[in-house]
């Protein structure tokens, strides 16, 4: 998953990218900061 988000907080971050396509990469960065905190959450 860290790989993952780096890839996406990149893609997030590119200001050439248009604002829709920016908020879909927000989702999914949204997204896979929760799957961490979830899993977190179960081991302690």
Do not use: M
Request: glycine letters at 6%; a positive charge.
């Amino acid at each position: 998953l860290g790989y993952l988000q780096i890839t996406l907080l990149k893609k997030y971050r590119d200001e050439s990218v248009p604002e829709k396509k920016r908020l879909q990469w927000q989702a999914a960065l949204l997204s896979s900061i929760n799957a961490i905190a979830a899993g977190l959450r179960n081991t302690g």
